[in-house]
């Protein structure tokens, strides 16, 4: 399972996402993930791909204003359940 949360940062312009695998016992899986960043004047959402391959990861991702979605692997290509918020 997949735990994580996301900000935007207007002052440095960037977006942030934290990432915690949760799954019980052994080493933690690497899980190539996209996200999916719409913005209300483009018709098409922006991907993100990010790989995560530790306990706890945060990624940064530069952009020059909020989004206003946010989706975890908007085309499910990752089989795992996940929890995914604004923080």
Request: charged residues 20%; proline residues 11%; hydrophobic residues 45%.
């Given at each position: 399972m997949v735990q994580?949360?996301?900000?935007y940062d207007a002052a440095a312009k960037?977006?942030?996402?934290e990432l915690t695998q949760v799954q019980p016992g052994g080493e933690p899986f690497r899980l190539p993930i996209e996200?999916?960043?719409?913005?209300?004047?483009?018709?098409?959402?922006r991907?993100?791909?990010i790989e995560?391959?530790?306990?706890r990861q945060t990624f940064t991702?530069?952009?020059d204003?909020?989004?206003?979605t946010v989706a975890l692997d908007p085309n499910t290509w990752t089989l795992m359940k996940a929890e995914?918020?604004?923080r």
């Open positions: 994580g949360s996301w900000h960037r977006f942030e996402i996200v999916g960043l719409s913005f209300s004047d483009e018709p098409r959402p991907v993100a791909r995560l391959t530790g306990r991702i530069p952009l204003r909020a989004p206003a995914f918020a604004a």
